[in-house]
C-alpha cells in the first residue's frame, strides 16, 4: 500500500490512529470520573483483580512503568483505602500489594464501565470488522 492509498483526504494512516487514541483516551478519562482514579489507578486495580496479589515490582512489570513510578500509584491508592501492603509470607522482607474489599468493589466496577464503553465505542462496527481490529491490534501490540 503507498502512502497515497493509505490516506483518506489530507489524514494519513498514523494521523488517523492517534485521532482515535486520543478519543479513547478521552472517553476513558470520563468513564473513571466516578470513582476519582487515574488511568494509571485504574490500570493497577485492574492488574490486582485479575492476577490477586502481587508484589510491587511485579505490579510495575505489568504496567510496564518504574518500579518507583508503581510505589507512588500503590501510595495514592493506599491512602483512598482501595489497596494494603501486607508481608509476603515466602519472604518477610517482601511486601505484597493486594486490593481491600472497597479496591475490589470499585476494580469491578471500573472494569464493567470500560466493557460499556468500548461496546458503546467499537459497537457501529460490523462482527467482521471488529474481529479484525482486533487481530491487527493485537499484531501491532506484539
Request: charged share 30%; net charge neutral.
Amino acid at each position: 500500500m503507498t502512502e497515497d492509498t493509505a490516506e483518506s483526504g489530507d489524514e494519513s494512516l498514523a494521523e488517523t490512529f492517534w485521532a482515535v487514541a486520543s478519543r479513547l483516551r478521552r472517553q476513558a478519562r470520563e468513564a473513571l470520573a466516578p470513582w476519582d482514579v487515574t488511568p494509571s489507578q485504574a490500570r493497577a486495580l485492574g492488574v490486582l483483580g485479575r492476577h490477586g496479589e502481587v508484589r510491587p515490582g511485579t505490579l510495575a512489570e505489568h504496567l510496564r512503568i518504574a518500579p518507583r513510578s508503581a510505589t507512588e500509584v500503590v501510595d495514592d491508592l493506599q491512602a483512598r483505602g482501595l489497596v494494603e501492603r501486607r508481608p509476603d509470607p515466602a519472604d518477610r522482607r517482601a511486601t505484597l500489594v493486594a486490593l481491600t474489599a472497597e479496591g475490589t468493589r470499585i476494580s469491578a466496577a471500573i472494569r464493567a464501565a470500560r466493557r460499556a464503553e468500548a461496546d458503546r465505542f467499537f459497537g457501529h462496527l460490523p462482527d467482521a470488522d471488529r474481529s479484525e481490529l482486533t487481530r491487527i491490534l493485537r499484531t501491532l501490540r506484539g
